[in-house]
């Protein structure tokens, strides 16, 4: 009644000053329409429909975007008549998820919408979508084509939610031009924080006036590379089995591993082999394709732009993602984004529309172009297999690594990678405490246990935002 | 005031060009940068003379599909304009009653107004963020200015210059017959003019400046960005070419800019209406 | 550009002294006539203020005592949590940084102008010149501000390090120092206000009389003297008011710090309106509660600095 009260109000306000008070004053919210329907229709669900329209929330921007919309243009062309994508570019992933939160509020959702990896948990708790699970098992259709690893992250239970869309996953990247300067093997570039310590205190260069000009590593502070190391350990990020047994309800941050990444990050900056950057990845790549820091941490989605950017001044070279101890048995987790086909207020024709959408941009032949015009790891197995992208890795040594890298990649609870409601914040916290401990000289334990116990404040916050 | 001697002089001069080289060593790069190629600007000192000039980053800046400049330019004067309207009507309106119009209403009805300017607006940006989404109105750019159609700054303002005019001709004008909103539209506004212009350039230019507002609003839809927002927006997709970036910002700022160089007795007097006499 | 949102007000002196121009006798229902139009005229703006000032104030006060759902919708009652959150050191520490961050700017953001305005009062050539130079920064919004400065200080591109490199000066970490980064927050924001301030100031020094300088000198006072004893309190509604503008400025900045350092290194550049626009917008985190509870908090001090606004331009200011 509160809001009724004020939305007559500014109806009244608004007549007195504009005609267009009507536009506004006549929207309703509407909450609870149609039900969520998490029940996947069958494809006789277009027949008769005409030419069905379907918004589609997205976060590609510059390449990726054009990319994608050249695929859709394609997916358009092929259904004219049955089914019509309208893209909608969202800017970055926060702001598509908070866009898609007020949507459901006002009923105004799209009916595909793509959300980051992190995003997961809240998708699902949200219960406004049709997991992709139950389109899978109306239509039988055959998914081991779907790279396991990557189909891990947006699956429970054994069940896919979301199809994994534009991939990526963390590389070392290296200055191939100075690491034979300094003597060292660009084909064998460090693989343990050890290893790069060594390396760096080589690629590291001072002016005659004692300035440093070339830093041997160089990273950003980001809260991804943190939950990566871990994974790369193999050990779980937060409690419940990463997530995936129950809802979590920690972070583990303050583990002995992220003190020793920490105190190593730092005395790397102490000694001088590595500038202090921060949480911004830009600012850190901006670093290594001006030469400023010989080796850095980078998603494979930057192989095509970092190619760019340093053409004639220096090449570049990839390695795995480093591990904190050499014993370390995991690998990365594959983040990026999925595609989620939402249910809330929509018809059957719609979700259905949604889906072949969906399935479409899961194929390999559209993943072989999807990976080849923007350097996404391909979730489809047989892309790697098409001819023309093998000609393009053929091209970009570079990412070969990466398929190595993921191949090499046992499956487990903590290389899917954890799930949290509380995971946007999660990331936020654990950058909190690598800017403390690298940054401004907190202990890192210290450091990381007051992120950590900050963190359980959200986590309630969010289960208990779950229950209403 | 009083002329001083040579040395004073020279020591005058000295001071003020070398706050000028510091104070406008960024607008000489937001300016100068755009027009130079990208590559320029990664070196150090960059190459800010040297090297021949091109318009490619201003053509890839408006081009760039990731943040329309173009609909954002728009929003940004549908913003800046609509909520001075907005200021005026209210205000004008207000402050007529306010000193003209006898009512046992209107010393708290004053107070009111005056008491709505002491309210920061971020204290109750919340409520009026779920507010506003809850008008389902996301795709709409009413979303960007429905909180800001008033203001207690506004009819304090204009209230303070009605009260100079004087009583007498209004008398005056009452006799030979005047309604109040012909006296107001045709007698009170004209007379009152460099006050309205103030209130008009204060109103404009904090619509054209929101950030934290339409940061909230374009955050879930982006087809509301305005120039603020997008130049936010454009460090996050163009961070790799300073160049680009540049030329979009001074594309954002030619409003502005030519504000300052060609109208700065108006923006003093907006800003300052009443207060500095 | 630094658009003074809020008690950018001018002066309520002298309001009193002047009767409204009004008519006196007036029969019965012309009466009630003229009082539901002066209703009538109000109505727009006061219902503009009432929805989007008044009535928020209130509700405000009931988010600050709700959890919400997994949508941001406020839902169950969590009684005065919120506020016991503010009682942390955490938030002291925001605090903290709001008044470091707000003094650091005010003195620089006044005196810097004063010091350009100052000088550029004597009749020399070019003056005007130097007067729309300097103020160029105000035509800058926000966000051009803090992306401008970002890219000077960039630690690949800086021409801001390459010139402190010739002097042989260390770059500093300028966004990633904890020290620094605040540093650099309050210097782009004395950059952006100074633009603005001179305007002011300067207007404020053109309109000094002639006489009462020509008076001065007769008397003996020269120079800075002069000036301090003299010039400054005549211009004293005009330092004051860039005072209070480039305060609620100062109290009110989102872009420079979301923008430059969101908040980091390690927070050490929060401050309360970030904090605000952090917990209920940043991060998909949605704290609505919180948020708003803290909201209450900067409408208390939004409210203490009007009540010295207003005391002191009651008393001290010197107005001629």
Redesign the interface.
């Given at each position: 009644m509160r809001?009724t009260l004020?939305?007559v109000a500014?109806g009244l306000?608004?007549a007195a000053?504009t005609a267009?008070a009507a536009?506004?004053g006549s929207?309703?919210?509407n909450d609870d329409a149609a039900g969520g329907g998490t029940e996947a229709p069958a494809a006789s669900a277009l027949d008769g429909k005409g030419e069905v329209s379907i918004d589609f929330w997205h976060a590609m921007?510059?390449k990726n975007?054009?990319a994608l919309q050249q695929l859709t243009d394609q997916f358009n062309a092929k259904n004219k008549g049955r089914v019509k994508v309208n893209l909608q570019?969202?800017?970055?992933y926060?702001?598509t998820l908070?866009?898609y939160?007020?949507?459901l509020?006002?009923?105004?959702a799209p009916d595909v919408v793509q959300v980051y990896d992190i995003g997961t948990r809240f998708m699902i708790d949200s219960k406004s979508t049709v997991p992709v699970q139950s389109f899978v098992d109306v239509d039988k259709t055959d998914t081991s084509d779907i790279q396991p690893n990557i189909a891990g992250y947006y699956s429970v239970d054994g069940k896919l939610y979301s199809m994994p869309f534009n991939t990526s996953m963390p590389l070392l990247y290296i200055n191939k031009t100075a690491f034979t300067k300094a003597g060292l093997d660009p084909a064998n570039p460090p693989k343990t924080l050890d290893e790069i310590t060594e390396a760096a205190r080589k690629l590291t260069v001072k002016d005659a006036g004692g300035r440093v000009t070339q830093y041997g590593f160089g990273a950003a502070l980001y809260g991804w590379f943190l939950e990566q190391w871990t994974a790369a350990g193999n050990q779980e990020y937060c409690d419940q089995g990463n997530g995936r047994d129950g809802r979590g309800t920690t972070v583990k941050l303050a583990t002995d591993d992220h003190v020793k990444l920490l105190t190593w990050w730092k005395k790397m900056v102490d000694e001088g082999l590595a500038p202090k950057l921060d949480s911004n990845t830009?600012t850190a790549?901006?670093a290594f394709?001006?030469g400023t820091v010989a080796m850095t941490l980078e998603s494979t989605g930057s192989v095509g732009?970092f190619l760019t950017?340093t053409q004639g001044k220096f090449e570049i070279a990839t390695g795995n993602y480093p591990k904190i101890n050499a014993t370390d048995a995991g690998g990365p987790i594959i983040g990026g984004a999925s595609l989620w086909v939402v249910g809330k207020g929509k018809d059957d024709a719609h979700k259905r529309a949604a889906w072949e959408f969906v399935k479409f941009l899961s194929d390999k032949d559209v993943q072989a172009t999807w990976h080849t015009s923007t350097g996404y790891f391909p979730i489809s197995k047989g892309a790697l297999e098409t001819e023309v992208d093998k000609q393009w890795v053929a091209q970009r040594p570079q990412f070969q690594t990466a398929i190595t890298q993921l191949q090499n990649t046992p499956l487990s609870k903590a290389t899917q990678g954890c799930l949290l409601g509380a995971m946007p914040q999660a990331r936020k916290a654990a950058e909190q405490a690598m800017q403390a401990a690298v940054l401004s000289g907190t202990d890192p334990r210290t450091a990381l246990q007051q992120q950590e116990q900050a963190m359980a404040g959200p986590i309630k916050e969010y289960n208990q935002s779950v229950a209403g | 005031?009083?002329?001083?001697g040579p040395v004073?002089?020279v020591l005058?001069?000295l001071?003020?060009v070398i706050?000028?080289v510091v104070?406008?060593?960024?607008?000489l790069?937001?300016v100068v940068?755009g027009f130079l190629p990208s590559n320029a600007?990664?070196?150090?000192?960059?190459q800010l003379f040297a090297g021949h000039w091109t318009l490619e980053n201003y053509r890839a800046a408006w081009r760039?599909?990731?943040?329309p400049l173009a609909p954002a330019f728009m929003n940004s004067l549908f913003v800046g304009v609509s909520i001075m309207l907005?200021h005026l009507?209210?205000?004008c309106?207000?402050a007529?009653?306010?000193?003209?119009?006898?009512?046992?209403?209107?010393r708290p009805?004053f107070w009111?107004?005056l008491a709505?300017?002491?309210?920061?607006?971020?204290?109750?940006?919340?409520?009026?963020?779920?507010?506003i989404?809850?008008?389902?109105?996301?795709?709409?750019r009413?979303s960007l200015i429905?909180?800001?159609?008033?203001?207690?700054?506004g009819?304090?303002?204009l209230r303070?210059a009605f009260?100079?005019?004087?009583?007498?001709?209004?008398?005056a004008a009452?006799i030979d017959g005047c309604g109040?909103l012909r006296f107001l539209l045709t007698i009170l506004l004209p007379a009152t003019r460099p006050a309205l212009i103030g209130i008009a350039v204060?109103s404009f230019?904090?619509g054209?400046?929101?950030?934290?507002w339409p940061?909230?609003i374009?955050?879930?839809?982006?087809s509301l960005n305005t120039?603020?927002?997008a130049?936010?927006?454009?460090?996050?997709?163009e961070?790799?070419s300073?160049a680009v970036?540049?030329a979009g910002?001074t594309i954002?700022?030619l409003p502005?800019?030519l504000?300052?160089?060609f109208g700065?007795r108006w923006?003093?007097r907006g800003?300052?209406?009443?207060?500095?006499? | 550009?630094t658009?003074?949102?809020?008690?950018?007000?001018?002066?309520p002196a002298g309001?009193v002294h002047?009767?409204?121009?009004?008519?006196r006798r007036t029969a019965r229902p012309a009466?009630a006539r003229?009082?539901a139009?002066?209703?009538?005229?109000?109505l727009?703006?006061?219902?503009?203020?009432g929805v989007?000032?008044?009535?928020?104030?209130f509700?405000?006060v009931y988010?600050s005592t709700r959890g919400n759902d997994i949508l941001?919708?406020?839902t169950r009652s969590v009684g005065l949590r919120h506020f016991h959150e503010l009682l942390t050191p955490a938030f002291g520490t925001v605090l903290w940084q709001t008044l470091v961050f707000t003094v650091l700017v005010v003195v620089p953001g006044v005196l810097l102008p004063l010091?350009?305005a100052a000088?550029?009062?004597?009749?020399?050539p070019?003056m005007r010149i130097?007067?729309?130079?300097?103020?160029?920064?105000?035509?800058?919004?926000?966000?051009?501000?803090?992306?401008?400065?970002?890219?000077?200080l960039?630690p690949?591109?800086?021409?801001v390090?390459?010139?402190l490199?010739l002097v042989g000066l260390p770059a500093p970490n300028w966004t990633t120092e904890p020290g620094w980064a605040m540093a650099t927050v309050v210097g782009v924001t004395v950059?952006m206000v100074?633009?603005?301030n001179l305007?002011?100031l300067a207007?404020?020094l053109a309109?000094v009389d002639?006489e009462v300088?020509e008076a001065a000198?007769i008397d003996g006072a020269t120079?800075p003297r002069q000036f301090v004893s003299i010039v400054l309190p005549l211009i004293s509604?005009?330092i004051f008011?860039a005072v209070v503008?480039t305060t609620?400025t100062a109290?009110?900045a989102?872009?420079q710090v979301?923008?430059m350092t969101d908040g980091g290194p390690n927070g050490h550049t929060r401050t309360l309106?970030y904090s605000?626009?952090d917990n209920?917008?940043h991060n998909n985190n949605s704290n609505?509660g919180l948020?708003?509870a803290q909201?209450?908090v900067?409408?208390v001090?939004?409210?203490l600095i009007?009540v010295v606004q207003f005391g002191v331009l009651e008393r001290r200011v010197h107005y001629?």
């Open positions: 809001t004020r939305r500014v306000s608004l000053l267009t536009a506004c929207a309703t919210a921007s510059g975007g054009e570019f969202k800017n970055t926060d702001d908070s866009a939160k007020a949507a509020n006002s009923g105004q830009t790549d901006n394709t001006a732009g950017s | 005031m009083n002329r001083p004073p002089t005058t001069y001071w003020l706050a000028a104070l406008l060593f960024p607008v790069l937001t940068g600007l990664l070196h150090q000192p960059p760039q599909p990731v943040v907005a009507v209210t205000s309106l207000a007529y009653a306010l000193v003209f119009l006898r009512s046992p209403l209107r009805v009111l107004f709505t300017i002491m309210v920061p607006y971020e204290s109750i940006v919340v409520p009026n963020a779920l507010f989404r809850s008008l389902g109105i996301n795709d709409n009413l429905l909180p800001f159609l008033a203001s207690g700054f009819v304090f303002m303070q009260r100079q005019f004087p009583a007498e001709l209004r008398e009452v109040h204060w230019l904090q054209w400046n929101m950030y934290f940061l909230i374009s955050s879930s839809n982006n120039l603020q927002t130049v936010f927006a454009l460090k996050d997709n961070g790799g300073p970036l540049l910002i954002t700022l502005t800019l504000l300052v160089v700065q923006l003093v800003f300052t209406a009443g207060a500095v006499k | 550009m658009a003074p949102t809020l008690t950018a007000t001018g002066v309001d002047r009767p409204p121009g009004g008519i009466r003229e009082a139009l002066g209703l009538l005229f109000t727009p703006g006061l219902a503009g203020l989007f000032v008044i009535f928020p104030l509700q405000a988010l941001g919708n406020p010091s350009l000088p550029m009062t004597q009749r020399l070019g130097f007067r729309t130079a300097f103020a160029l920064p105000f035509a800058y919004s926000v966000s051009a501000a803090s992306v401008v400065w970002l890219i000077m960039n690949g591109v800086s021409p390090n390459w010139v490199g950059w100074s633009g603005f305007l002011v207007a404020g309109g002639e300088l000198r120079g509604p005009s008011f503008t609620l109290l009110q989102l872009g979301q923008i309106v605000i626009f209920a917008f609505f948020a708003s909201g209450l900067l409408l001090v939004g409210v009007a001629r």
